[in-house]
C-alpha cells in the first residue's frame, strides 16, 4: 500500500471517553457538524475505538467499490433481530452465495407481479381514512408499506399477524436504535426490563414466523416471496435455505422493506405540504393520466412528476439513516488519507447527498433536479448504498414509493 502523508482533522479526544461529546445530539448530527467544520474526511474517538467519516463520493467509492474486500461490512446492530440475513452477515463468502441465491427474486419480471398487489394496499389504507379528520401519517405509511411486504411475501390476509408483527417489530427496533446511541452498552443477559421485554419480543416474533413458514414447507405454493425464498438454490451445491435462514431473510425483508419506504413516503408528503406548487403539480399529473382511478404498473413511466418527487426525497432526507459502516481489516490509504486497520469508516449518505460541490442548492427540496441530470459521480446519489453491498431490492422500493 501507498504511504499516505494527508493527516485526518477532526476534534481532539478526550481521555477514557474520546469524542462522545459530539455525539450528545446524536450520530446524524455529529455527522453534520463533521462535514461542516472538517470537510470532506474527518476523525472521531469512541472510547478506543477509531471512526473515520467520508462525505465525498469518490472516496465512498473506493471505500465500498474498489477496495470492498478490504472494508467489509462492520457488525450491525440489527443483526441481533436480523441474524445474518442480507443486510447484516458480515461474512463476505457465506452473504455473496446468499446473494445469488436470492437475485433472481428481484428480477423486473418479477417485481411486476407485485404492483397490483401495492394498489390494493394502496386502496385499503384510503378507505381506512373515510370517517377520520386526523391522521398521524407515519404511522399510516408504517401500516400500508407493512401491508405491502406481508400481501407480497405472504399472498395471504395476516391481519392480527401483521399487527403483532409490526408492533413487535417497531418496539424491537426502538430498543435497538436506542442501545446504538449509546456508548457503553450492558450484556443483553442481564435481566434488565428492557432486555427481558426485548428478547420475549423476539422469541415471539420468531416462532409466529417458523410457524408460517413451516406451514408453507408442507402447503401450497402462492408464488410470492417466501415461496421464492423456498425455493431458492445455490448454483454450485443446489441446496437449499433452511428454516432458520429463510426465517432470518424474512425478518430482512421486513424491516428493509417496509420502515424506510414508510420513512421516505412521510417526507415526501412533508415535503409537499411545505410547497404547494409541487404539490398541484402532482395533482395535475395525476388528473391527467389516471383521470380518478387507481394507478396501474404501466402507468408509471406516464407519471414522471411522481418519480421525480419520489427520487428527490430519497436525496434530500435518505431513507437509509445517516451512514453505512465499514471495518478496515488492513492498514489503507484512501484519497492520500492513511487508514488504519481495525478503523470504523462511515460512509456518510446524507452528507454526500448535500454536497455542495455536486448539488446545486443541497438544502432545497427541488424534484426538477433529477430532470436531465448530469452526473459529476456516479455516487453523488446513492441512497441504496454501492458496491457489492448495494440494497437488492432497490428497483422494488423505487416501483412501491412511485405508485
Known amino acids: 500500500m501507498t504511504v499516505a502523508t494527508l493527516p485526518i482533522p477532526g476534534p481532539q479526544p478526550l481521555p477514557l471517553f474520546g469524542n462522545a461529546l459530539e455525539f450528545r445530539h446524536g450520530i446524524f448530527e455529529a455527522m453534520k457538524q463533521g462535514f461542516a467544520t472538517y470537510g470532506d474526511i474527518f476523525r472521531l474517538q469512541l472510547g478506543q475505538q477509531e471512526l473515520i467519516a467520508i462525505s465525498h463520493p ?8 474498489e477496495h470492498g474486500n478490504v472494508f467489509p461490512k462492520a457488525e450491525n446492530p440489527l443483526s441481533l433481530i436480523l441474524g445474518n440475513g442480507l443486510v447484516t452477515n458480515p461474512d463476505h463468502q457465506s452473504w455473496l452465495m446468499q ?7 428481484f428480477h423486473r419480471q418479477r417485481l411486476a407481479a407485485m404492483g397490483d ?26 401500516a400500508v408499506t407493512l401491508d405491502i411486504i406481508t400481501q407480497t411475501m405472504f399472498s395471504s390476509d395476516l391481519r392480527q399477524e401483521v399487527t403483532d408483527l409490526g408492533s413487535s417489530l417497531q418496539d424491537i427496533l426502538h430498543f435497538l436504535e436506542n442501545r446504538f446511541k449509546v456508548p457503553i452498552k450492558l450484556p443483553l443477559d442481564w435481566k434488565l426490563p428492557s432486555h427481558v421485554r426485548f428478547h420475549e419480543q423476539k422469541n415471539a416474533l420468531e416462532q409466529m414466523l417458523l410457524g408460517v413458514i413451516t406451514k408453507r414447507r408442507a402447503g401450497q405454493p402462492q408464488g410470492d416471496l417466501l415461496d421464492m425464498l423456498l425455493e431458492a438454490r445455490d448454483a454450485d451445491t443446489f441446496e437449499g435455505m433452511s428454516d432458520q435462514q429463510v426465517l432470518d431473510e424474512v425478518l430482512t425483508m421486513y424491516v428493509a422493506g417496509h420502515e424506510t419506504t ?10 409537499l405540504s411545505q410547497h404547494p406548487t409541487m404539490l398541484a403539480k402532482l395533482h395535475q399529473e395525476l388528473e391527467t393520466v389516471l383521470q380518478g382511478r387507481a394507478p396501474k404498473l404501466e402507468d408509471l ?35 492520500g488519507y492513511s487508514i488504519k486497520k481495525g478503523a470504523w469508516v462511515a460512509v456518510n449518505i446524507y452528507n454526500i447527498h448535500h454536497h455542495p460541490k455536486f448539488w446545486s442548492e443541497p438544502n432545497e427540496f427541488r424534484p426538477e433536479r433529477f430532470l436531465n441530470r448530469q452526473e459529476k459521480h456516479q455516487l453523488e446519489f446513492m441512497p441504496f448504498g454501492a458496491g457489492a ?7 422494488l422500493a423505487l416501483m412501491e414509493g412511485q405508485l
Request: one cysteine or more; proline letters at 4%; a positive charge.
Open 58 to 65: 469518490a472516496l465512498a467509492q473506493q471505500v465500498l467499490v
Open 99 to 105: 446473494r445469488r441465491m436470492m437475485q433472481p427474486m
Open 117 to 142: 398487489k401495492m394498489v390494493v394496499s394502496g386502496q385499503r389504507l384510503l378507505e381506512s381514512w373515510q370517517n377520520k379528520t386526523t391522521i398521524n401519517l407515519d404511522d399510516e405509511m408504517m
Open 262 to 271: 414508510a420513512h421516505t413516503l412521510t417526507f415526501a408528503f412533508y415535503a
Open 301 to 335: 413511466p406516464n407519471l414522471p412528476y411522481s418519480k421525480l418527487v419520489f427520487e428527490e426525497t430519497l436525496r434530500h432526507y435518505p431513507a437509509a439513516g445517516s451512514t453505512t459502516t465499514r471495518l478496515a481489516l488492513e492498514d489503507t490509504d484512501i484519497g
Open 389 to 395: 453491498r448495494k440494497c437488492i431490492g432497490f428497483n
